[in-house]
Nanobody, 126 residues
Framework: QVQLVESGGGSVQAGGSLRLSCTASGDRYSRRCMGWFRQAPGKEREGVAATSTVGIGTYYADSVKGRFTVSQDNAKNTLYLEMNRLSPEDTAMYFC???????????????????WGQGTQVTVSS
C-alpha cells in the first residue's frame, strides 16, 4: 500500500513560480513510477509528467515542457514539481500518483496509476 500527500500549492501571479511536493510512504516497490497530474474545473485530469524512481527517465506533457521540472529526494521519499513561467491556463488541482511498474516513455495517463494523493490547488492570476 502507498500513501501520497501533496503540498505546496497556492496562488501566484502569471509569470511566477511554485514548487509542489509529494511525500510518499509505504511499499517503495509499489511506486517505481510516479506521476504528476492536474485537473481544471470542468476538464479531464491531464498527465503533466512521469518519472522513474530509479532514475530511468522523466517524461513531460508538451504543455509543460521547458517550464516544469520534476525532481526527487529519495532520502525523504519526496517528489517535487518545480513550475516556472506559470500562466492562468496552469490553474488546476494538482495530484501525484504512483504505479508499481516502470514508467512508459511518455506523459502519464490516469489509467496507468494505482495510488493517488488528495491534491493541492494551484491558482494563477493574470
Amino acid at each position: 500500500q502507498v500513501q501520497l500527500v501533496e503540498s505546496g500549492g497556492g496562488s501566484v501571479q502569471a509569470g511566477g513560480s511554485l514548487r509542489l511536493s509529494c511525500t510518499a510512504s509505504g511499499d517503495r516497490y509499489s511506486r517505481r513510477c510516479m506521476g504528476w497530474f492536474r485537473q481544471a474545473p470542468g476538464k479531464e485530469r491531464e498527465g503533466v509528467a512521469a518519472t522513474s524512481t530509479v532514475g530511468i527517465g522523466t517524461y513531460y506533457a508538451d504543455s509543460v515542457k521547458g517550464r516544469f521540472t520534476v525532481s526527487q529526494d529519495n532520502a525523504k521519499n519526496t517528489l517535487y514539481l518545480e513550475m516556472n513561467r506559470l500562466s492562468p491556463e496552469d490553474t488546476a488541482m494538482y495530484f501525484c500518483a504512483a504505479r508499481d511498474v516502470f514508467c512508459y516513455a511518455r506523459a502519464p495517463l490516469m489509467d496507468d496509476y494505482k495510488y493517488w494523493g488528495q491534491g493541492t490547488q494551484v491558482t494563477v492570476s493574470s
